[in-house]
Each structure stands twice: as C-alpha cells, then as structure tokens.
C-alpha cells in the first residue's frame, strides 16, 4: 500500500460524488494498492478493508480524529478528540480466502464467512437497518442445517440469525468499531459507532473544496496548470498562497 498524491485523491473524490460508502473505500484502496486485483480488495473482511483505510487516512491527514457527538440523553455536544491508535485493533489477519466460519444454535448448524466490501455494496440505502442486516447475513451464509437438514435463510429463526451476526462481530472486531462516551452534562454513559470510512470521506470532501479553492486562486495569479500546482508541497503552496493574499 502506497500513499495518495493530492492528484489522485482528487480524482477519486470527482468520481465519488455519485458512489456508495462502500465504492468510496473500494476506490480509495484500489489507489494506494495498484498492485492488488480489485476483486481481491472487494473480498476483504470490513475489519481488514477498515484497517488499511486508518493506515491511509494516518499518511493522508495523520494520527490525530477529532469530530462531534450528541448525548442521546440530554442531546449536549461533545467534542471527541483520539488517535488512530486508539481504534485500531491489532492484529488484522488477512487470508487469500475467506475463511469458513460455524456456529451450533440451539439446534441449528450454520456456515458463514465474515462480510466484505462487495457485500456491503449489495446493501440498498432505502432500506431499514434490520432488512440490511439481512440482506449482509444471506451474502454471507455458505450453507444452515437444522437437525442435519439443510435449509434456506429464509426459514432460520430471528435468534439464530442474531446470534451469527453477533458471532461476526466478535470474530471481525475492527468493523465495528465503538467509541466509549460519557456526557459531562448529565453523565449519561453509551457506546457511539465510528466508521472510518464516511469520517475519512467527510474529511476528503472538505479538503477538496479547499484544494480546489487554493487552485483558482494560484492559476489565477501565476497563470500554472492544476496539476502543476497539486504537485506542489503542502507547505510551499501555502507559502504562494500567503504571497498572492498580500
């Protein structure tokens, strides 16, 4: 995995504007691992996806993540500030294939593998969170017995399907990633999710704007191309930058 020229980091933002969460990691990693087949990097269990996109984020923005939450008792503003450090989670093991998981609930034998980024992209946005919870537990189901017959997903109970989703968490720890919170306020205590992928999107939208502001306003003066002026340093665009504003 390689780092991300602001070249290349703009482009996939274009690009993303008319993608899902999911494409919008897939873009990101087909970028920095060139060398890495695009299905292989689809295939990739969300906690291993997830940890190559905190490395990514630490080389494009650094270590540090700072962003805001709500107590959903009191609704007081919380600024949270932490490291990559602080939510990764080591190790990340990687396989070539898909590792086949089991689960025996009550009399229920379940076969499943951990969902990846192209399950996740299967995943329709207009549906609530328990059909799309579904929808991930039938692309990840390999084969369910009951009483060593075999049977569909459809016709697994509520309890068993909880179960295997619960057991996916477990066994892929790093895709569900939770922030331990309490409220200065009213000093209620809860657990909030953090995706690093729509955080480090929401970054990359922000420094786009601002990039591509930076970029009319040194075309403007000096008359170079964009891409002359993305390759510059970040440092000695800004020090154009202050000169032009003089």
Known sequence: MQPLAAAQLLTIWEQGLAQTPAQWALALLAAACPDEPADALGQLNIGARDG???????????????????????????????????????????TAAAPTHTLAHDSYTIHFRLPNSLDATAVLSDHDANANQRLLFQGCLLEAYHEDERVTADALPDAVVEAVIAQMAEADPQADTQLALDCPACGHHWSAAFDIVTFFWAELNTWAYRALHEVHLLACAYGWREADILALSPWRRQLYLEMVRL
């Open 52 to 94: 190559r996109l905190l490395t990514l984020r630490e080389w494009t923005f650094g270590p540090q993540l700072a962003c805001l939450a709500a107590c959903p008792q009191c609704g007081e503003k919380l600024e949270l500030a932490f490291t990559t450090a602080n939510i990764r989670v080591w190790p990340v093991v990687e």
